[in-house]
């Protein structure tokens, strides 16, 4: 007989017992499955049980098995007391057999509660002290619903976890399997080597293992990697959960239950708890209401949380986005505030990119992919897994293009609120441009290449901690190639350019822009993409005089506009029909500045000449005509009415011609012309229309 079965016909005996002691006979009688079990065990059973309980003569069996092993160290977190023995008896009986419930609701008037164990231990009356402690350790195996009255008669029962662990098996609390991640130390495989903040690791792991309660690490990237690099130095299993998932509305009813089953987890398996998610929602307040409000709202999740993980001496690891202290009732020995850096420098970039190019034995260029993303370290290793993951589905794909194209496309996910990422194909010899234009757009496009050496190499980061990104300004009126221009710098870096979205940008509520606006730039940062402001005076236009309070808020978007723009380390260009309603202050701090025009003739002609590919089967163009006859053309409309007459010679199945473009280009001029259209203004071949 298994030792567990054992336990079970002994503690039904021990109710038949108790019920003869006081005249209730033959009490098994009713219930067949108890009467069968409730058969004395075996002389071998008995002897075994004495041996490992240390009882009836026992001295103590050290010939364990795994489940005998789980139910004597669940003794010992009760400190071995003899209510708790049979508190925990009566549940796996239970347990095993929800028989047993009714048979002592039948003849005892309650289910398995404290007060049974108490009877079956002797002890009638027992004092509110030995209540209240008893409770206390019988937390460890059961939910307590503490508001229950009297407290030794609340229905008590042990969960799936317990079962688990006497039954010697590694299970999760199917209540918790949903919102816990379970992280074991040997998951620490040689890729997930930090590289990085591996001081913050070491010294969050010393404090840990010498006494300290509480970690809080702070930042902006990479924590619970580091929370994980602290499991792995513990040797120690942890917990991770997102708080959201446990302080929400909608689980209020089950909070109790949830923390107890986390913190059980937590004391049967020896294991840490990392709480993560505590964001601006939980920390968030500015002046004495909000601040007063957020201290409350921090003190309550202290005593309903935190506390209780505490009491236990449970090793618990805090993520939160700033340092704001969380922990009142412990000093600075049980609880430490790590703080991440927000930002990985070039140098850290570099040494986590040449670390895990040492180790796959990688042919991409550290320093390149250091000076293009400023990723952290977690987000650096998953971009190295969906790589190695499709490097053989792509093989005729470079390493760096490969590389490149999936870091950018794991962060597009959280860009797509505030613009569009798009990927150009074009390059500046597409765009046709005069050479004044041309020569401002190649120095953009070579300080952009040349950053890192000038910055890092050449030491000028230190001399430039602000007003480092190359901004590039495009004005000119509508047409005149400036979103073309964007495109094929991004082109020319092989960059993706994302696009701001100002209508999703800009909002009527007081703070929100700014908010939309860092996503645009943390964004683009981190996927080092160019940042398109198109028609960009309508964010960054003049500061007008304050006249009310709409007037303040929109200074105010402007000067953080102003201040988030000196700090950015990227390339930003923005785009304006008129550079005259742009603020003086962000002229200032603009690099680069050039200036579109319409296109006079011979730009005309090579707009002409450069839309007739090679692909296109067409008869003999008179470019020469088109560019010198149309001359309030741009190189927007060229381009609509060559591919509306591309589109109109197709559908008819013949080759371009001269009467396909007159024929568009009458169809432009009709469309943009405020008075009745003459054909004279086709000129010489007036004739095709």
Avoid at 123 to 142: F, K, N
Avoid at 301 to 327: A, G, H, Q
Wanted: with cysteine.
């Amino acid at each position: 007989m298994l030792f567990l079965e054992t336990v079970i016909s002994l503690i039904i005996l021990r109710c038949e017992w108790y019920l003869r002691s006081i005249g209730i006979e033959n009490s098994l009688e009713e219930f067949p499955v108890l009467l069968r079990l409730s058969v004395a065990p075996g002389e071998g059973a008995m002897k075994r049980w004495a041996a490992v309980t240390g009882k009836e003569g026992g001295d103590g069996e050290k010939n364990l098995s795994k489940s005998e092993e789980n139910y004597l160290h669940l003794l010992s977190l009760m400190d071995n007391d003899r209510v708790m023995q049979s508190l925990l008896d009566l549940c796996i009986a239970s347990f095993e057999y929800p028989e047993f419930d009714a048979y002592l609701s039948h003849y005892f008037g309650y289910p398995v509660c404290l007060h049974l164990a108490f009877l079956l231990e002797g002890v009638d009356i027992p004092s509110e002290t030995q209540v209240m402690d008893s409770i206390e350790r019988s937390e460890l195996i059961c939910n307590v619903d503490r508001k229950e009255y009297p407290l030794q008669y609340t229905p008590l029962a042990i969960d799936e976890k317990v079962a688990f662990f006497l039954w010697g098996t590694d299970g999760v609390n199917p209540g918790l399997d949903r919102i816990v991640d379970r992280f074991d130390p040997e998951d620490i495989s040689k890729e997930n080597r930090p590289f990085v903040n591996e001081d913050a690791i070491r010294k969050g792991t010393e404090f840990l293992s010498s006494g300290g309660r509480v970690l809080q690490i702070c930042g902006k990237g990479g924590r619970r990697f580091a929370a994980r690099q602290i499991s792995s130095g513990l040797h120690k299993r942890f917990l991770f959960i997102n708080i959201t998932d446990i302080i929400s509305p909608k689980m209020k009813d089950e909070f109790r239950e949830i923390i107890g089953a986390l913190i059980r987890e937590a004391r049967l398996d020896d294991a840490g708890i990392c709480l993560y998610g505590i964001t601006g929602h939980f920390l968030n307040g500015s002046g004495v209401r909000d601040e007063k409000r957020k201290r409350q709202d921090i003190e309550k999740l202290e005593r309903i949380l935190f506390s209780p993980i505490i009491k236990y001496n449970i090793p618990l690891i805090l993520v939160s986005d700033t340092p704001v202290t969380l922990i009142r009732s412990l000093t600075e020995g049980g609880y430490r505030i790590t703080e991440l850096p927000s930002a990985l420098d070039y140098g850290a970039r570099l040494r986590l990119w040449e670390g895990f190019k040492d180790f796959y034995a990688l042919s991409f260029s550290p320093e390149d992919m250091a000076d293009r993303y400023h990723l952290n370290a977690s987000e650096c290793a998953g971009v190295l897994k969906s790589f190695l993951e499709r490097r053989e589905e792509e093989r005729t794909v470079p390493d760096d293009d490969l590389l490149s194209r999936i870091s950018t496309e794991r962060m597009e996910g959280d860009a797509r609120e505030t613009g569009r990422v798009i990927y150009p194909n074009i390059r500046l010899d597409d765009v046709k441009v005069k050479d004044e234009i041309r020569a401002i757009l190649n120095d953009a496009v070579n300080s952009v290449r040349a950053s890192a050496t000038v910055l890092d190499i050449w030491g000028l980061r230190e001399n430039y901690p602000y007003g480092r990104s190359v901004s590039l300004l495009l004005s000119g009126p509508p047409g005149t190639g400036k979103t073309m221009t964007a495109n094929a710098i991004a082109g020319e870096l092989k960059l993706p350019l994302y696009q701001v979205n100002l209508s999703n940008i800009v909002d009527k509520y007081i703070g929100e822009t700014e908010k939309n606006l860092e996503k645009a730039f943390e964004f683009a940062e981190k996927t080092d993409a160019v940042l398109f402001f198109d028609e960009a005076d309508s964010l960054f236009g003049t500061r007008s005089e304050v006249r009310d309070s709409k007037d303040r808020y929109a200074n105010t978007e402007i000067s953080y506009l102003l201040q988030r723009i000196e700090a950015y380390d990227g390339i930003v260009i923005m785009a304006t029909n008129i550079k005259g309603n742009m603020d003086p202050a962000f002229i200032r701090r603009i690099r680069y500045v050039a200036n579109f025009e319409n296109p006079d003739e011979a730009l005309r002609r090579a707009i002409w000449d450069s839309c007739l590919k090679d692909s296109i089967p067409h008869e003999d163009i008179d470019t020469e005509y088109l560019s010198a006859q149309f001359d309030k053309f741009t190189g927007s409309v060229i381009k609509t009415v060559f591919l509306n007459a591309c589109a109109n010679a197709a559908g008819k199945g013949e080759k371009l011609a001269m009467k396909h473009l007159i024929h568009a280009v009458k169809q432009e001029l009709e469309k943009t012309s405020s008075v009745t259209f003459k054909t004279d203004a086709l000129g010489k071949y007036a004739y095709l229309a």
